[in-house]
C-alpha cells in the first residue's frame, strides 16, 4: 500500500497555504492619495527642479537612504534597470571585464554586456553560494574594472575578502542585494558596504512596490552618473555643466509616484517581515537539518542572514535517492501555490549557470565578445565553474515555507511532509528505480 502521496498515499496537507501579501490599507490610502493629486509622476527629461521625480519619490529615496545608512538614494523602475545604472556608473565599456556570479538571476550577468563589457564568470562559495573570493582574484585580469556581487537568497558575501581584492587591483565593488535588504555583514548592511548598492521592489522580494529598485552609494561621482542614467542623462548634462559625461548618455528607468508612495509603507514593515523570516527559518533549520542528508542554511559568524529563500545541500549518498526525487515527494505532500503565483515555491537547484545559456555559448554580442577593443578569450564551457555546477545539479534545493505568513501550524505540516518523505525513503527508492527503468 502506497504511503507517500507520490505513489497515491494521501498527502500531509491540500489546504492552500495563506497568501504572503505585504499590502495593506496604509498602502492603499497612499495610492490613493497620489491618485487623487493626479500627479502620478513628476519626472522632466530636463535640467530643472523635477529631473529628480515628484514628492513620493524623494521622500521614498530619503527614508531608504536613512533606514540603511548611506548618502545617497536613487529610486528606479527596477532593480535589473539599477544594475545597469551602476555599470554604467563605474564607467565600465567596451574591452573592459566584470566578475559577476554565475548562480544568480540572468541581469547581473547581462549589465555588463549592455555597456559593451565582457562578463567573467567566478566560481560560487559551496556554503553560502556567494562569489568565492579565491576565484574572484583567480579571474581577474588586466582587462577587470569590476566585480558585480550577489548577496544570494538572504546571505550577505565575504565583503572583507572581496573589498581587499577590489583595493588590490583597483576595481569597483557592485553589491546586487535584490535578495538581501537587511542582510548583515559585521555590523554593517548587505549593500552598503562596496562602491555602490542595489536592492529590489519586485513583488516577490520581502518587500516590493510591484516593480522597482533602490540605487544607494556614498560615492559623490558615482551618484551623479546614477542620475544622469536614469532620466536622459544625455539631455541635462550641458544645463547641470556635468564635467565627466563617460557613459552618462540616460534612459528612462524611473520610478511612479504611485510606487513611490507604497514603498514609503513597505519600508516600515520591513524590520518585522524580515524578523518573522528568520524565526521562521530557524525553526525549518533546526527541525529539518537533523535529518541524515540534508545541511541547512549556513550562517557565517558576524552575518545576518535574511532568507529570501532557504537553501539546503541534500546528500544522495546518504540518503540513497536522487535529490530531485526527493524534492518531487516532498511537492506531492504540500499545496505550494501562494498568492497568485502558478509555480512551486519548493524547487531543485535554485539558478541554472548562467554561462550555460545560448547568449554566452554562441557568444551573441557582437558589441563585447567580439569588440575589437577587446583582446581577452573568455571561457564559457562545461565544467568552468564546478561548485556551482554540482549545487545546481546534484546539492542545492530550497523552499520558501519561511514566508512570514506561515503560522506555526503551517511550518510544522511542512516538518510533517519531510518527516513522511524521511520515513518512507524504501518506497521512494523503489518508485526512482521503476522510473529509471521506464526511463
Not at 132 to 150: C, F, G, H, M, Y
Not at 386 to 404: A, Q
Amino acid at each position: 500500500m502506497a504511503n507517500l502521496a507520490l505513489t497515491g498515499g494521501k498527502p500531509v496537507r491540500t489546504k492552500i497555504f495563506p497568501q504572503s501579501n505585504t499590502i495593506g490599507e496604509e498602502e492603499k490610502k497612499a495610492v490613493m492619495k497620489v491618485l487623487d493629486s493626479g500627479n502620478l509622476s513628476q519626472f522632466v527629461g530636463s535640467w530643472n527642479p523635477d529631473f529628480t521625480g515628484g514628492p513620493m519619490v524623494k521622500e521614498f529615496e530619503k527614508n531608504w537612504a536613512d533606514a540603511f545608512g548611506v548618502k545617497y538614494c536613487f529610486a528606479v523602475n527596477s532593480n535589473t534597470s539599477g544594475l545597469y545604472s551602476c555599470i554604467g556608473a563605474c564607467n565600465i565599456g567596451p574591452g573592459d571585464e566584470v566578475i559577476v556570479s554565475p548562480y544568480t538571476m540572468t541581469a547581473g550577468a547581462i549589465a555588463p554586456l549592455i555597456y559593451g563589457a565582457v562578463p567573467v564568470f567566478a566560481d560560487i562559495d559551496e556554503d553560502t553560494f556567494c562569489l568565492d573570493p579565491k576565484s574572484i582574484e583567480a579571474n581577474i585580469t588586466s582587462r577587470t574594472k569590476a566585480i558585480l556581487l550577489v548577496h544570494i537568497c538572504g546571505h550577505p558575501s565575504e565583503m572583507d575578502e572581496i573589498m581587499r581584492i577590489a583595493r588590490k587591483y583597483n576595481l569597483k565593488v557592485i553589491e546586487d542585494a535584490a535578495q538581501s535588504p537587511m542582510a548583515v555583514y559585521k555590523g554593517k548592511f548587505a549593500g552598503t558596504i562596496g562602491d555602490v548598492g542595489i536592492f529590489s521592489l519586485n513583488y516577490h522580494k520581502h518587500i516590493h512596490t510591484g516593480e522597482g529598485g533602490m540605487i544607494v552609494t556614498n560615492d559623490p561621482a558615482i551618484a551623479e552618473k546614477v542620475e544622469l542614467i536614469r532620466n536622459h542623462g544625455e539631455a541635462v548634462v550641458e544645463g547641470k555643466k556635468t564635467k565627466d559625461i563617460w557613459n552618462t548618455f540616460g534612459f528612462n528607468y524611473r520610478m511612479t509616484e504611485m510606487e513611490a508612495a507604497v514603498g514609503i509603507e513597505q519600508l516600515k514593515k520591513l524590520p518585522g517581515l524580515v524578523e518573522k523570516r528568520i524565526a521562521n527559518a530557524e525553526y525549518l533549520s533546526d527541525v529539518i537539518g537533523k535529518l541524515p542528508g540534508i545541511t541547512p542554511p549556513v550562517v557565517k559568524d558576524g552575518c545576518r542572514h535574511v532568507y529570501y529563500q532557504q537553501t539546503f545541500k541534500f546528500s544522495s549518498q546518504i540518503t540513497g535517492i536522487h535529490r530531485n526525487t526527493f524534492v518531487e515527494a516532498l511537492k506531492a505532500e504540500l499545496p505550494t501555490m501562494v498568492l497568485r503565483e502558478n509555480t512551486p515555491i519548493i524547487g531543485s537547484g535554485f539558478a541554472p549557470p548562467l554561462y550555460l545559456q545560448p547568449i554566452y555559448q554562441q557568444r551573441l554580442h557582437k558589441c563585447s565578445f567580439n569588440c575589437p577593443r577587446y583582446d581577452g578569450i573568455v571561457s564559457y564551457e562545461r565544467g568552468l565553474c564546478p561548485v556551482t555546477e554540482r549545487m545546481f545539479f546534484e546539492e542545492v534545493f530550497t523552499h520558501e515555507f519561511m514566508r512570514p505568513s506561515f503560522s506555526k501550524s503551517d511550518l510544522e505540516d511542512v516538518v510533517n511532509a519531510y518527516n513522511k518523505v524521511y520515513e518512507n525513503l524504501d518506497e521512494l527508492k523503489e518508485f526512482e528505480s521503476k522510473k529509471t527503468v521506464s526511463a
